[in-house]
């Protein structure tokens, strides 16, 4: 009597134990196929084959557990990141490049921790780089933004795209592709003078320019200028590709934006910095949400990365009233081709630091 009722009960509940089984399954697959979020709390309603699976809450994964080898930051390596920070966010609002070109290198190089989670540090540097300069800008007149707004739609987006290949990516391949980064942003500090193709005499603004209203003025120590803006269906597609770089790199993609408005959409050198600087803090937060919830931001890197770039935006932003000298340029750009054949090594496999 006693084993009938026993086998009884474990019919019973066969069927409740094959579906916890299945939910797990589907789970397991689930979680397999989006590696972005370690689900918690699964609930199924009905059978496996009718019944959808209802994730209840999620969280970030650590970086454990995301396969990626994870190192102790002590106390002094968080006070020298600080001060590269702090001379990061003076070169992103001086000289008009991202901080996370020097803050990337860095972590990586300096630290030895791996590029994806530099990656996610440095996007944090983006968007305080963006918080600190853009007021400033906004204020100065020197930004545009009706044009800042309409070139963000499409970095956002690609952004977001490039945060997510980033997780599927190889960090060496992300190493190469940073060092090519870099070496093109020495490149164009190189030329320098000849990088003025929109401050010669104003441009006129016609067709799909015309009707979004992005021509704007600026005044500076000689006067007013005022300009008109070309291509911006060119440019909007440049800047998606801006964006999927900013997300993939953790730069803020102004090294391919500011040359897009300044070459191809005539905009004058000093107003597509500060309208860079204005956008690329969107551009940051988008891929940023991303980072967070794959578990590659550490969050105190990204706290002292924060604390830095604020304090050398505020210095580098009063600096930006006067051009930066060529002298200086000429330097910063022999220091990025060195960093950027550094990266492009570390990525080949062969360690010199």
Do not use: C
Request: aromatic share 6%; proline share 3%.
């Amino acid at each position: 009597m006693v084993r009938t009722q026993a086998r009884d009960e474990e019919d019973h509940l066969r069927p409740f134990f094959a579906e916890t089984a299945s939910l797990g399954n589907r789970a397991n697959r689930h979680r397999a196929t989006v590696a972005l979020f370690d689900h918690r709390h699964r609930e199924g309603h009905g059978n496996t084959a009718n019944g959808p699976l209802v994730i209840k809450h999620a969280r970030p994964t650590l970086l454990s557990e995301a396969g990626l080898p994870t190192r102790m930051v002590t106390v002094v390596a968080l006070l020298v990141l600080l001060a590269v920070a702090v001379f990061a966010g003076i070169a992103g609002a001086f000289l008009g490049v991202g901080g996370g070109i020097i803050i990337v290198p860095f972590i990586t190089l300096g630290l030895g921790i791996d590029q994806k989670i530099a990656t996610a540090v440095s996007i944090v540097g983006v968007i305080a780089t963006s918080s600190g300069a853009a007021s400033v800008y906004v204020r100065d007149r020197l930004t545009n933004l009706r044009l800042g707004m309409w070139l963000e739609m499409a970095t956002a987006t690609g952004a977001i795209a490039g945060a997510l290949l980033v997780i599927y990516a190889s960090s060496n391949a992300l190493a190469i592709l940073f060092a090519a980064a870099v070496l093109f942003t020495a490149y164009t500090m190189v030329r320098g003078g000849a990088w003025v193709a929109g401050d010669g005499k104003p441009t006129v603004t016609v067709g799909l320019a015309l009707k979004l209203r992005l021509q704007n003025s600026f005044r500076d120590e000689d006067g007013l200028h005022t300009y008109g803006v070309e291509r911006p269906l060119t440019g909007l597609a440049a800047s998606a590709g801006a964006g999927t770089v900013s997300g993939m790199l953790g730069v803020g993609g102004g090294i391919v934006k500011v040359p897009v408005m300044n070459l191809l959409m005539k905009v004058p050198i000093r107003a597509a910095v500060a309208t860079s600087n204005f956008s690329i803090g969107v551009t940051g937060a988008a891929s940023a949400f991303v980072y967070y919830f794959s578990g590659l931001l550490d969050p105190a890197m990204a706290a002292t990365v924060l604390v830095g770039v604020s304090a050398g935006t505020v210095l580098g932003t009063r600096l930006m009233r006067r051009t930066a000298p060529r002298q200086i340029q000429i330097a910063f750009a022999v220091f990025l081709a060195a960093v950027g054949v550094l990266m492009g090594l570390r990525g080949l496999g062969i360690r010199v630091i």
